[in-house]
């Protein structure tokens, strides 16, 4: 009983994340998430094929939320430090889907950010302890959800700003450098205090995403963002390799 709200949570969570999508296209109420991404893509998009790692990340919530109903995780510091902002994170995902659906701009941004910061914050205080069955089924499918997240915050608000008439043709070029900027930034940031390399690994994919989107009308943009992948990557890996040797 003493983790019962915590494990009803999550659970309620990873439904409402994985059923939004579903019940909305199933009632077609209001703007798909393509269509509502259209609509002020022409600063900044991601190639259609980046969203298919929605199924990988609803696998992997899936997969948390009956990991932490087992008696095993009633314990677990790793589990009780990121269910909370897990709870948060996760149902922001499937909050979006109604906000784009209904077309608000700002609410979708700021759904998108708040969801992204707190999946961020359940990655950094969920990290640095645990066994390894802790880090596959509960740390690692927040850091999926919380680095797809970061890259789609910027691409999100760059479409919102652009669709609300904020960043006019001669800046496009500008906010997308920036918010490529911040993406590297981000992610550079909690790699530094989480060493969860999985982060980076959606963070990746969607930039180069970017990339295969971008580089035939946008190449600076496109290379920018490839580059930062690599870069997303790399360091990556470097912390990966800095958390093996401290867990020796």
């Known amino acids: 009983m003493k983790y019962a709200a915590r494990k009803l949570a999550v659970v309620a969570a990873v439904v409402f994340a994985i059923g939004s999508p579903a019940v909305q296209a199933a009632t077609g109420w209001g703007l798909s998430p393509s269509e ?4 002020g893509d022409e600063t900044l998009r991601a190639a259609g094929y980046a969203f298919s790692i929605w199924g990988l990340i609803y696998a992997a919530l899936a997969a948390f939320a009956v990991f932490q109903l087992l008696p095993r995780s009633d314990g677990s510091r790793t589990v009780s430090r990121l269910a909370w902002p897990a709870v948060l994170a996760i149902a922001g995902s499937g909050a979006w889907i109604w ?3 209904a077309d608000s701009d700002w609410l979708t941004v700021a759904v998108i950010v708040v969801s992204a910061a707190a999946g961020i914050a359940a990655v950094v205080t969920g990290s640095g302890a645990g066994s390894l069955t802790e880090r596959l089924l509960a740390i690692w499918p927040v850091a999926l959800l919380a680095g797809w997240l970061t890259v789609a915050s910027a691409i999100n608000a760059l479409t919102s700003l652009t669709d ?6 001669d800046r496009r070029l500008p906010a997308a450098l920036a918010g490529l900027a911040v993406v590297v930034a981000v992610t550079v940031w ?3 205090r989480a060493r969860e390399p999985v982060y980076a690994l959606p963070v ?3 930039l180069v995403a970017v990339f295969v989107a971008e580089r035939g009308g946008n190449p600076i943009a496109a290379w920018t963002a490839l580059a930062a992948a690599a870069l997303v990557l790399l360091y990556a890996g470097a912390t990966a390799r800095k958390a093996t040797s401290s867990r020796r």
Request: hydrophobic share 60%; aromatic share 16%.
């Open 204 to 206: 990746a994919w969607g």
């Open 99 to 101: 906000a784009s659906a």
């Open 190 to 192: 909690v790699l530094q």
């Open 164 to 169: 609300l008439g904020f960043i006019p043709q």
């Open 36 to 39: 509502f991404s259209a609509e």
